[in-house]
T-cell receptor, first 114, second 116 residues
């Protein structure tokens, strides 16, 4: 158990809908990362937050947004969902968000868009 | 440009055999970090090891060992006396200490199948 929690574990929804994925980092970690893992594209970095502020952006679509709250939990919002958004979404956390640190991953949220 | 190559897409061995997973990286930095993660069929990503570029000592942890060679830009992972529970996808990743790229650079993963 990494100490990172994600909810829900599974999500099934329809095209055009909007969903919110939630992540709580390990105790003491200030930085949160979001990743998407699909069969055809492997692990893709989406976005990173540090202590409530956006730090780095990866291949995140405009239909997707995220935020980190004062209690350090983070939410990833996916809107106008398409079939191709079906994937495993991971949250990871690290202490201060520098790349020399290990990122610890949550169990993931498996999203299926029908 | 930074890059991580895991040339072995899939490896299949019989239980108790030793198996080595290859990882070759490219970076211009002199300070960098290398990681291995395991993704079992259940889907979670489990951290295995982190190594910085200044520490070329090999690491052994139980049946797992890692061979870091800067001369060949490789960070290979060996499982000795493999077990069925070792079946998973294994990812190698690279980060640079000074780069403006804040992302971990991931390899494509090697799927390891251990047959009983």
């Amino acid at each position: 158990d990494s100490g990172v929690t994600q909810t829900p574990k599974h999500l099934i929804t329809a095209t055009g809908q909007r969903v919110t994925l939630r992540c709580s980092p390990r105790s003491g970690d200030l930085s949160v990362y979001w990743y998407q893992q699909s069969l055809d594209q492997g692990l893709q970095f989406l976005i990173q937050y540090y202590n409530g502020e956006e730090r780095a952006k990866g291949n995140i679509l405009e239909r997707f947004s995220a935020q980190q709250f004062p209690d350090l939990h983070s939410e990833l919002n996916l809107s106008s969902l398409e079939l191709g958004d079906s994937a495993l979404y991971f949250c990871a956390s690290s202490s201060t968000g520098t790349l020399k640190e290990t990122q610890y991953f949550g169990p993931g949220t498996r999203l299926l868009v029908l | 440009a930074q890059k991580v190559t895991q040339a072995q897409t899939e490896i299949s061995v019989v239980e108790k055999e030793d198996v080595t997973l290859d990882c070759v990286y490219e970076t211009r930095d002199t300070t960098y970090y290398l990681f291995w993660y395991k993704q079992p069929p259940s889907g979670e990503l489990v951290f295995l090891i982190r190594r910085n570029s200044f520490d070329e000592q090999n690491e052994i942890s139980g049946r797992y060992s890692w061979n870091f060679q800067k001369s060949t830009s490789s960070f290979n992972f060996t499982i000795t006396a493999s077990q069925v529970v070792d079946s998973a996808v294994y990812f190698c990743a690279l980060s640079e200490a000074s780069g403006s790229n804040y992302q971990l650079i991931w390899g494509a993963g090697t799927k390891l199948i251990i047959k009983p």
